[in-house]
């Protein structure tokens, strides 16, 4: 697999379609430019959001911690609430704030052990207006730093989420872009990577992840399972790979 335009726009529309596959007919998704028509399209309508969001509270921000984090929350998710929530392309928004202070006013469904980063939802966006309302949103506007190769183990879940009985754990590399990426950039688009892997079954508990840093993904050869491809921050007409999970080494 050679990470090209063709690639980017293929893996793209392949996501819009699956999400929403009874609007596959009618949009036009055969350009970056179209691409983005559709989305603005989906978005105004209100066809993609079943009323499904989830809200990440962040304290305290470490990339491989918090990448471990969102694969356990994102294994303890219900199916019943996961569909909802692809549906509306898992939405997710990110508030600043320490969730030790808050967890005697808010009930979230995931904590991170070490207090650093809490999770609510997925439920409708009534259920967390007054936590949305009380903190603002999390302003990591500084570059996103590049790090030495880091494996984080994805951890057991206590929970029922996706039927995770069967998986056998195994090695993937989490190749994330660099170059031009804010940290709160990367965390939308890793959230997406992440969180949708974790619902089909691509990442699992046991699992091992070696994130590693590049600057671009585009040429790469690397045998990816999974992409995360949306416009590009700098040239919106444009598409850009984001992150990249390979295949099970």
Not at 5 to 13: D, K
Request: proline letters at 8%; hydrophobic letters at 45%.
């Amino acid at each position: 697999m050679t990470i090209s335009p063709e690639l980017l726009l293929s893996v793209a529309a392949h996501r819009l379609r699956a999400a929403l596959p009874e609007l596959s007919e009618r949009l036009d998704l055969s350009t970056p430019r179209s691409l983005r028509a559709a989305r603005a399209e989906i978005t105004a309508r209100g066809e993609a959001a079943d009323g499904a969001v989830v809200v990440a509270v962040i304290g305290r921000f470490s990339l491989a911690d918090w990448v471990r984090e969102t694969c356990r929350f994102a294994l303890r998710v219900p199916a019943d609430r996961a569909r909802p929530w692809r549906r509306a392309l898992t939405r997710t928004v990110f508030l600043a704030g320490r969730p030790e202070n808050l967890r005697e006013r808010f009930a979230f469904d995931h904590l991170a052990p070490d207090g650093s980063a809490a999770w609510v939802g997925p439920g409708t966006d009534g259920t967390t207006a007054a936590l949305r309302r009380l903190l603002k949103t999390f302003n990591g506007t500084r570059p996103l730093a590049p790090w030495p190769p880091t494996t984080v183990e994805v951890p057991a879940v206590a929970t029922a989420g996706p039927d995770t009985g069967a998986h056998r754990p195994g090695k993937r590399d989490l190749y994330v872009a660099t170059a031009g990426v804010t940290v709160s950039q990367a965390l939308v688009q890793l959230n997406h990577l992440l969180v949708e892997a974790a619902l089909d079954g691509l990442i699992g508990p046991g699992d091992l992840l070696t994130l590693r840093s590049v600057p671009r993904l585009t040429g790469m050869t690397v045998p990816f399972a999974a992409l995360r491809v949306d416009a590009d921050a700098h040239h919106p007409h444009k598409l850009q790979a984001y992150a990249g999970l390979t295949e099970e080494g």
